[in-house]
């Protein structure tokens, strides 16, 4: 069996010519799935029968287990889910006044081993599915605020670049009316850094957002705290940016973890400024958590605005993140991490 919601409206109209089935009942199931948030096949109730038996034969529906959910005295939820395989995944979601935001996982685990996050401490496991991908935006989106996502962000555990076709595949369902029907500029692409994914990215005619992970101006301190800097230093990374940004007109964000003793002086803040002069840009700088198994911590606040503040002077576009779901360690593989310590 396959989980329907890895199919394209196009991939899914193939399987009923082949059923000999009237296509338009694709447009049924989508609305089925992606409007109505349906559960199993047999609540499609406008479908034939002999057709919701069919795609009971053929697909599964769900391909996640809710385990854990906590909810943060900001508002902010988070999501620890079970795949079919028995691997756990995150997701969150971050309500505003405006917005209600969505940040999915897109590998079980993570290959790059950033010093500040903690979803690498259990190595790789695999790729997501596009379906397990769909499968946590459709999960935050029924429990969220009047069962809307205004955002999604691929933002949650594992490299996005480094699952490439298939958050592709995803995010093009996602931003289809006959989906989710979320704005491109409302979905957001984060990278580690993986060039040959950005200069695939700039090629798809997308208007998605795209968040580069920066958090130190040097390649010895990136090294440190990142290791795909050793395959891609920034020297070749800026340069890369600096051609997404002219081939498709649109402005990066570069997200950069303060982290204290490490990155957080402003003689970082003097290097930052210098490679992302002339850059199409903005710099959101983000305290890091506290993570006692990475032994890492956010700098002191006047150091924090103090790094800001001399962004602006040099015209850097620079914002800075308010702290979301400290208190339920909504951090990318926090929650994951105390379940597979059990």
Sequence with gaps: MKNITDLTLEELKEFLHKCRQQTFHAKQIFAWIYKKGVEDFEGMSDLPSDLRKRLKEDFYLLSLNLIKRLQSIDGTEKFLFKLRDGNLIEAVTIPTEKRITGCISTQVGCKFSCSFCASALWGFKRNLATGEMLGEALYLKDYSKNKKLTHLVFMGIGEPLDNYDNVIKAIRIINSPEGLNIGARRITISTCGIIPGIKRLSDEGLQIELSVSLHAADDKTRAEIM??????????????????????????????????????DLQNALNLSKILKGLNCKVNLIPANTLKDCKVEPPKQA????????????????????????????????????????
Excluded at 309 to 336: F, H, S, V
Aim: hydrophobic fraction near 30%; glycine fraction near 6%; aromatic fraction near 10%.
């Design 227 to 264: 290791p795909i800097n050793k395959k891609y230093p920034i020297k070749d990374l800026i340069k890369t940016c600096r051609e997404y940004v002219g081939k498709t007109d649109r402005q990066i964000t570069f997200e950069y973890i303060l982290i204290r003793g490490i990155n957080s």
């Design 303 to 342: 150091e924090i605005f103090s790094f800001r503040d001399y962004l602006r002077r040099q015209g850097i576009n620079a914002t800075l993140r308010r702290p979301r779901g400290e208190d339920i360690e909504a951090a990318c593989g926090q929650l994951r991490l105390r379940y597979v310590n059990k």
